[in-house]
């Protein structure tokens, strides 16, 4: 067998159990000897795949990312109304940040400003939330369910809202009073927003 697949293949176990080991135990206290001892390899095989632990933070973030995206972008889409999709979004962020652990922590985590890296996910990640609610917003406007003066200040100004309410609602609320409180949230934005 060719020696990039295996060594692909390797690296991706490598990134499985960090992830893992992320997620239950955060950056600051994860080693690179606990991967290593949670993989039954040498430290020094871990530093053959990546420089360091940050290095391996790091590609693990990149493809969670990349999951979120991918998953909250397939839900979007399968929705065929705009207020089908923007609820649709909303409920798809918070049950894909319950899963995405190291994510969402990058989001949360004051101490992780001190990596470019991560700030660099997260200016990422709020691009691509911004054009997926400015899309709905103009999908909205152009089937007639919204009338929306400025899509863009609006798709802010959503986020910003989604954004205040985030940590509460993934963690704190079951998920029953979440799909509730959303609804309420909901049909007082669509008062603002909707072609009468």
């Given amino acids: 067998m060719n020696r990039n697949i295996l060594d692909?293949?390797?690296?991706d176990q490598i990134l499985k159990v960090a992830q893992d080991l992320f997620a239950k135990f955060g950056l600051s206290k994860t080693t690179i000897e606990d991967i290593a001892k949670s993989m039954r390899m040498a430290k020094a095989s871990i530093y053959y795949y990546f420089k360091n632990k940050e290095a391996i933070y790091e590609?693990?973030?990149k493809k969670e990312g990349e999951e979120v995206k991918r998953e909250i972008t397939k839900a979007v889409d399968k929705a065929t109304t705009a207020k089908e999709k923007l609820r649709t979004y909303i409920l798809s962020r918070i049950?894909?940040?319950k899963k995405m652990a190291n994510y969402y922590t990058v989001f949360k985590e004051e101490y992780l400003n001190?990596?470019?890296?991560v700030v660099e996910a997260r200016d990422r990640y709020t691009d691509f939330e911004l054009n997926l609610i400015k899309n709905i917003l103009k999908f909205g406007i152009e089937?007639?369910?919204f009338e929306i003066e400025n899509p863009d200040l609006t798709a802010?100004?959503?986020l910003v809202a989604m954004k205040g309410f985030e940590y509460h609602w993934t963690f704190d609320i079951p998920d029953d009073q979440i799909e509730h409180n959303l609804d309420i949230l909901l049909n007082v934005l669509y008062k603002g927003i909707e072609k009468r």
């Fill in 59 to 61: 590609e693990v973030i």
């Fill in 114 to 117: 001190n990596y470019r890296f």
């Fill in 8 to 11: 692909a293949g390797k690296k």
């Fill in 143 to 145: 089937n007639g369910e």
């Fill in 156 to 158: 802010e100004a959503i």
């Fill in 95 to 97: 049950n894909v940040f």
